[in-house]
């Protein structure tokens, strides 16, 4: 997975992707061979906001070298979560207060 920079949140980035203003690598990290335009696949995004949980299209394109297959992340998602980074700022932040429960997200 390569992380991407397209906005800082879902909206931005959703809003990239349809305007096809990605911009993504053309070069295999692991080999230096060309990518090739190939499809995306879905992932959970979590922003526990007036948006939720949403489903967003993740760009993915095979190396024509090596056939291995790169998968472009927004760069507010980690691998494996679907909690955005800023939401998982206001957990972490929340239970450094002393927060243990309560309102979702905590302010
Ligand atoms: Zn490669």
Redesign the pocket.
């Known amino acids: 997975m390569i992380p991407i920079f397209a906005g800082p949140d879902v909206r931005s980035y959703l809003a990239a992707e349809k305007a096809g203003r990605l911009r993504l690598p053309r070069l ?1 990290p ?2 230096g ?1 060309r990518l090739w335009g190939h499809g995306c696949c879905e992932r959970g995004a979590d922003e526990t906001g007036p948006c939720g949980y949403q489903r967003i299209p993740v760009r993915r394109r095979p ?1 024509s ?2 056939g ?1 297959t790169a998968s472009f992340l927004p760069s507010f998602l980690r691998p494996y979560q679907s909690l955005v980074s800023a939401a998982r700022q206001r957990l972490y932040q929340g239970l450094r207060r002393g927060c243990r429960g309560g309102r979702w997200p905590p302010r």
């Open positions: 295999c692991a080999c061979g190396s070298r090596c291995r």
